[in-house]
């Protein structure tokens, strides 16, 4: 009933900018808080950041803070990544997810809803 479809991904050089979306369908947006996950080959899902509900409360992974920012319109049921001065560690497959009981905003299990994943690369 949910669906999740992320889009922005693409190649930059060090020190470039990407901006992906993640556009939510099938239910009330608000309702749910969302996570953005990367994945590079042969390494675990890494939690990148999450944005509650409302859009009050905001988290990132010490990585990319200061460099990343997350926002969501609601009206428009989408939530975006901004991504500023990429680095060639960014490159990786990244994923929008969504939840309305989540607890544990790190961990991949706490989130109900997964999009395909758009891929990021970053060259030195």
Known sequence: QVQLVESGGGLVQTGGS?????????RTFGSYAVGWFRQAPGKEREFVAHITRSGVSIYYVDSVKGRFTISRDNAKNTVYLQMNSLKPEDTAVYYCAAGNSIVVIRRPTEYDYWGQGTQVTVSS
């Open 18 to 26: 990407l901006r992906l979306s993640c556009a939510f369908s099938g």
